[in-house]
């Protein structure tokens, strides 16, 4: 199977996916955190209408889906932080953005002859990534880590207890618009890797799994990372060696990571003896039960 | 311009429409307030998955739509209350779903096409036969709701409450999910995965920042709902684009000044009542004085502790 490393759309689907895992397992850990998973989807299918847009407008995809996400973020951010009312809107954009992207879809079809051009959007096309798409990535991805290491400690304090981070000085609602934008920016890139349906796989999945397992921040996201890589190139060499019939990579990226997470579910909930269970809280703290 | 009613296709996308606007306007009410936007986006998508299994065994599309999404639905039922854990369990299952969605569509060496319009729906091409299907489940649906009203209310407003006072809140909460989803299944044939979320979720939040009353808030929200289905399928018939762009896009400009505008009447009855927890925010010097001032007021009476 090595000899298929020869070919430049094997490097750049292996680099690219590498890339976008390791950028979306950090990103994701904190979308965990902060309960913005909903927030994800969204912007995932945001940048579906952006793909669809640039198709119309024949400039790159990764470009059009940067475009509308970073947009979207913006929008979201400013319209509130309520954690209840947010759902609702956050629900309203993501409606609205599916109405432009089928729009956008009806548009470049019946202007082209490709009507499957929505589908590889929908359900990822690692493999038609051209090497200007990671070297895009490399950039983008490097600055938001680095913007991510710089910021960690007040944005983990703020994800985790955005009170009392307030009220020590720490700026909440700047932080956490500068987080939805950096989330833009990853979700737009693993949309490239695995399609607008299939995002959770590398931006929740890995996180959720790690989270489960361990609750030392930079443990969980050591781990988060090791686990989306395995995913993305797993999934990758068995869609490359997979035996007869060519399955997509996104098959088995997505069951390996959804896989992965019931297990550390599972095992969770195995390891923790019963009383010390947290117990779900309206403030999102844990309270443990002693007496039961 | 208005000649198109006397087609028959359009008469029938018509009545199809209707009838889901309203169960899907009472429905997005209840899974707004108990918290469940995304899985009401989770679940359409789910069906897909199972329509596109259907198709690649051979068996009617209803069938893989009803098994995937009930089975997703009891699963999200069982699953934590805590609406952070719950999200990311309900978007992981949907990332599954749709990865043996996927499978099943590569596998599937036929013309896909019926799956596909599953996703992006195909309101103008309903036959007769489906209009009478879809209008008879309407009225089953709307009576299981109407019988189920009061305990899913209260147990969608207070659940705590609800389950001391003897309402099966977690079964209410199981049996409401697989009633979305039989909807689910059968609307997501006429109007689609990506329009049936936004009848669901769309007049229900708009009514919630209008009326408090929740039956109110419901009827406003069946007729916000059949005035977007019917201008959507209107403005459709005689343009040129998709009826979900339409319908998506009256939603939202519906929505959005009445988003923007709605402190202006939301805020005078609310905050009367209990400030706002980002009110009580205060630079650190204040807060030491505001505390004496609650504790020298409160030491008189305080409500909610005269148990």
Same mark, same amino acid.
Request: charged share 10%; proline share 4%.
């Given at each position: ?162 009170? *009392? ?76 060696? #997979? ?44 309270? %443990?039960?002693?007496?039961? | ?56 065994? #051979? ?63 195909? &309101? ?19 009576? *299981? ?20 006072? #003897? ?90 000044? &009445?988003?923007?505008?709605? %402190? ?44």
């Amino acid at each position: 199977m090595f000899h298929l490393l020869q070919y430049d759309f094997v490097q750049n689907a292996f680099l690219e996916g590498a890339l976008v895992a390791i950028m979306a397992a950090v990103i994701g850990y904190f979308v965990v955190l902060r309960a913005q998973a909903f927030a994800g989807e969204a912007l995932a299918d945001i940048g579906f209408a952006g793909a669809a847009g640039a198709a119309i407008l024949g400039i790159s995809s990764l470009l059009g889906m940067l475009g509308l996400t970073l947009l979207a973020a913006l929008g979201m951010g400013a319209l509130g932080e309520r954690v209840r009312g947010r759902d609702i809107e956050i629900g309203m954009v993501l409606s609205f953005a599916l109405g432009l992207g089928v729009l956008f879809l009806s548009i470049y079809i019946q202007s082209g002859t490709n009507a499957n051009a929505g589908v590889s959007v929908l359900f990822g096309s690692i493999l038609t990534v051209t090497r200007r798409d990671v070297i895009i990535t490399l950039i983008t991805g490097s600055a938001t880590l680095l913007i991510i290491a710089f910021l960690f400690r007040p944005l983990l304090f703020a994800s985790v207890d955005p009170e *009392v981070a307030q009220a020590r000085g720490v700026p909440v609602r700047l932080l956490s618009m500068v987080f939805l934008l950096l989330l833009a920016v990853a979700t737009a890139e693993a949309v490239l890797v695995i399609g607008v349906l299939l995002v959770f796989a590398l931006l929740i999945a890995p996180a959720a799994a790690a989270e489960q397992l361990t609750h030392r921040p930079l443990t969980a996201i050591i781990l988060a990372v090791i686990l989306g890589l395995a995913f993305t190139w797993g999934g990758l060499i068995l869609a490359f060696v #997979g035996t007869g019939r060519h399955l997509p990579a996104s098959f088995y990226i997505s069951a390996m990571a959804a896989l992965t997470y019931f297990a550390s579910v599972l095992i969770a909930r195995f390891r923790t003896p019963r009383r010390y269970r947290p117990l779900p809280h309206p403030s999102r703290e844990c309270v %443990p039960v002693h007496a039961r | 311009m208005f000649d198109i009613l006397q087609y028959g296709f359009i008469q029938n996308a018509f009545i199809a429409g209707t009838c889901v606007a309203i169960v899907a306007a009472i429905m997005g009410y209840f899974l707004i307030v108990r918290g469940l936007t995304f899985a009401g986006h989770a679940l359409p998508n789910i069906g897909f998955a199972g329509a596109a299994g259907a198709v690649l065994l #051979g068996i009617d599309p209803v069938i893989g739509l009803l098994a995937f999404t009930i089975s997703a639905a009891v699963a999200i039922g069982i699953l934590g209350k805590a609406i952070r854990e719950r999200d990311i369990a309900v978007g992981i299952i949907m990332t599954f779903a749709l990865g043996l969605g996927i499978l099943f569509l590569s596998l599937y060496s036929g013309y896909a096409e019926r799956v596909y319009s599953i996703l992006f729906g195909q &309101i103008v091409g309903i036959s007769q036969e489906n209009v009478l299907f879809t209008t008879l489940f309407s009225f089953l649906t709307l009576s *299981v709701l109407l019988t189920l009203f009061r305990p899913l209310l209260f147990s969608s407003f207070d659940p705590e409450v609800a389950e001391a006072r #003897g309402v099966p809140v977690k079964l209410l909460g199981i049996v409401f999910l697989i009633l979305v989803a039989i909807t689910v299944s059968i609307a997501v044939q006429i109007v689609g995965a990506l329009l049936f979320f936004t009848l669901l979720i769309g007049p229900a939040a708009t009514t919630l920042r209008i009326v408090q009353r929740p039956l109110w808030a419901i009827l406003l929200a069946i007729i916000l709902g059949i005035c977007y289905t019917w201008l959507g399928i209107f403005f459709a018939a005689n343009g040129s684009w998709p009826v979900s762009f339409y319908i998506a896009t009256i939603s939202f400009g519906v929505y959005l000044p &009445i988003r923007l505008l709605s %402190p202006l009447w939301i805020g005078r009855n609310t905050r009367k009542r209990l400030p706002l927890r980002q009110d009580t925010f205060l630079p650190p010097g204040q807060v030491i004085e505001r505390e004496e001032n609650i504790s020298s007021k409160a030491t008189g009476h305080i409500p909610g502790s005269s148990l």
